[in-house]
Every structure is written in structure tokens, then in C-alpha cells.
Nanobody, 122 residues
Framework: QVQLVESGGGLVQAGGSLRLSCAAS????????MGWFRQAPGKEREFVAS????????RYAESVKGRFTIARINAKNTVYLQMNSLKVEDTAVYYC???????????????WGQGTQVTVSS
């Protein structure tokens, strides 16, 4: 099983960019599909993006499609989320998660990081 640590969150103005990183421990990172989710105050955790084990296939929530890009480097045990054209409504705690498929539901993922806060100001 892997352990996940997110980084890269912070405060940014609307229209700006951030890149989140999720570093995984262990030797089995490449066997996991990876996902990014987010949770805003008072809301349920929602799917943002996912990527399969080899990185060939990716999926995005409609709300971030065209603005966010998920990528992974298996040799570095790291998955990234590049976020461009950020909006105030992107403000949330962002979590990375490891699972067996690049699905969109939280129950498809076994292991979660602690989260990193992203705040977008107007």
C-alpha cells in the first residue's frame, strides 16, 4: 500500500495557476490509478481528475475540463495537477487518492492523502 502526500496548494488570484503534486511512498505506485478530488466547506468531496496506471487515459470533471491537467511520472512516484485559469469556485481542499481504476467515485479509491488547501481570491 502507498502513502500519499500532497503539496503545492496556496492562495492565488482568479485567473492564476497552481500546480499540485502528490508524492507516493512505496514501490507499487505504478500499479495504481490516481485521482484528484476536492472538497469545499459544507460540500461533499467531488471528483476532479484521474489518470490510469500508465498515464494513457485521463478523465476530468466537466467543471475543470480545459483548465486542469493531470499527469504522472512513475519513475518519481508522483502525480501532478496543473490548474490554470483558476476561479473562485475552485477554492477547496484538494486530495489525491490511489485506486485500481481511473473511476470518478470516492469509493473506488483505497488510499488518500491529507489534502492541500487551494484558495482562489477574486
Amino acid at each position: 500500500q502507498v502513502q500519499l502526500v500532497e503539496s503545492g496548494g496556496g492562495l492565488v488570484q482568479a485567473g492564476g495557476s497552481l500546480r499540485l503534486s502528490c508524492a507516493a511512498s512505496g514501490r507499487t505506485f505504478s500499479s495504481y490509478a490516481m485521482g484528484w478530488f476536492r472538497q469545499a466547506p459544507g460540500k461533499e468531496r467531488e471528483f476532479v481528475a484521474s489518470i490510469t496506471q500508465t498515464g494513457v487515459s485521463t478523465r476530468y470533471a466537466e467543471s475543470v475540463k480545459g483548465r486542469f491537467t493531470i499527469a504522472r511520472i512513475n519513475a518519481k512516484n508522483t502525480v501532478y495537477l496543473q490548474m490554470n485559469s483558476l476561479k473562485v469556485e475552485d477554492t477547496a481542499v484538494y486530495y489525491c487518492a490511489a485506486g485500481r481504476s481511473g473511476a470518478t467515485m470516492t469509493y473506488n479509491y483505497d488510499t488518500w492523502g491529507q489534502g492541500t488547501q487551494v484558495t482562489v481570491s477574486s
